[in-house]
């Protein structure tokens, strides 16, 4: 990089972390040794976004899959999940949650074990799969009705 006074290449004069800024986490200072120009380039911390890992780029399409999979039940079924109030969407997530503690128990509790070995439709992962979702349920519930709380004048 060259100096935008004279032409002359520019040395590096260091980089320093900005921990009480908004918008950047680091500068470069850059001067020129014939001028005596001094430049700061900032970097914004939008740059700092690491990619994301395996697993999280894994849970994003389950989420997303999730959402595809709720929406297409929702058109059948409607809120038959929550018909019963809060102890029939209750026994519903536990009568998931025994099905998969079945399962595994013949594993050693080994969940892995036991998802390997059942390559089964309608196995383990199923069975995780139907209770994330209707967990979704439960707290997507939740969550709109204490915001809605909060909306109400009291």
């Not at 850059?30 to 990619?51: A, I, Q, R």
Request: hydrophobic letters at 35%.
């Amino acid at each position: 990089m060259n100096c935008w006074h004279c032409n002359t290449e520019i040395l590096w004069g260091g980089d320093h972390d900005i921990e009480d800024d908004e918008v950047f986490s680091m500068v470069t200072n850059l001067s020129c040794l014939k001028c005596g120009c001094h430049v700061e380039v900032y970097y914004p911390k939008e740059n700092d976004v690491k990619e994301k890992s395996d697993i999280i780029k894994e849970v994003e399409g389950l989420a997303k899959s999730d959402t595809s999979a709720l929406h297409e039940a929702e058109q059948s079924y409607g809120n038959s999940w929550k018909k019963r109030g809060g102890v029939g969407a209750y026994m519903m997530l536990a009568r998931k949650w025994d099905r998969l503690e079945q399962q595994v128990q013949g594993f050693h509790w080994d969940v892995f074990k036991a998802i390997a070995t059942d390559t089964r439709e309608e196995g383990v992962l199923d069975d995780i799969g139907d209770l994330r979702r209707y967990l979704f349920l439960v707290e997507a519930e939740m969550r709109m009705r204490l915001k809605g709380d909060k909306q109400k004048p009291k």
